[in-house]
């Protein structure tokens, strides 16, 4: 059956460094894969997609990669801060003629000062 | 901004009951979607609502669930005899097309089943 998995359940880093988010996925080809930012309590907030063409997506201080071959998904913050602790999740469509889209089960990273 | 708003915030009830919850995703978008998060774990897919009908649904969505759309700004789920697991977060996302499928998520319902 189709998997996703976020490898670290918790990720702690100090302040100013790059965290790097690992997801990946099996017996799946997808189309594109997300990742949102979700906050204790609240929704999921939508933060980048990046399609099976695209090796790489920039917004800010955020990258994303995509490696179909290797089935994975790399998220980066560089230069991070405090405000950046939160879950950061990714996300891929597994319907097949409709919209189906699964979340991993969440990376949790805290940011040190 | 455009934002999906869901109703109550917070809901108790009674096992057996049935609920409501309530949702009114961003006024152009056409996909609808619920998802719910038991406390610790992760965001669970149940349905997603399409042209007025369910496009996909998780093998959480049994019977006891159901969803409508009874007006051109609702989206409702109801839970028809709760039952202590339901227990959760229950959360309404809407998008707006198949190829561009940025989920906005409301802030959800908590469900309290007794």
């Known amino acids: 059956s189709q998997k996703i998995e976020q490898n670290s359940e918790a990720l702690n880093i100090q302040e100013g460094k790059t965290a790097t988010l690992t997801c990946n996925y099996t017996?799946?080809?997808?189309?594109?894969l997300q990742w949102y930012r979700q906050d204790p309590g609240r929704g999921p907030v939508f933060l980048l997609l990046?399609?099976?063409?695209?090796k790489e997506k920039r917004k800010e201080r955020l990258k994303v990669t995509f490696d179909t071959t290797l089935k994975q998904s790399l998220f980066h913050i560089t230069a991070s801060q405090p405000a950046d602790s939160a879950t950061y999740l990714c996300?891929?469509?597994?319907?097949?003629?409709?919209?189906?889209?699964?979340f991993g089960s969440g990376t949790r990273l805290s940011i040190r000062p | 901004e455009p934002e999906v708003t869901q109703t109550p915030s917070h809901q108790v009830t009674q096992m057996g009951q049935e609920v409501i919850l309530r949702c009114v995703p961003i006024?152009?978008?056409?996909?609808f979607y619920w998802y719910r998060q038991i406390l610790g774990q992760k965001v669970e897919f149940l349905v997603s609502?399409?042209?007025?009908?369910?496009?996909?649904k998780s093998e959480i969505f049994d019977d006891q669930f159901s969803v409508e759309r009874p007006d051109g700004s609702n989206f409702t789920l109801k839970i028809r005899s709760t039952k202590l697991e339901d227990s959760a977060m229950y959360f309404c996302?809407?998008?707006?097309?198949?190829?561009?499928?940025?989920?906005?998520f409301g802030s959800g319902t908590q469900l309290s089943v007794l």
């Open positions: 017996n799946y080809s997808p189309a594109y």
């Open positions: 996302a809407s998008s707006e097309d198949r190829d561009d499928e940025k989920l906005f």
């Open positions: 990046i399609r099976e063409n695209e």
């Open positions: 006024s152009n978008h056409l996909y």
């Open positions: 609502f399409y042209n007025n009908e369910i496009s996909e």
């Open positions: 996300a891929l469509d597994l319907g097949s003629s409709a919209s189906k889209i699964i």
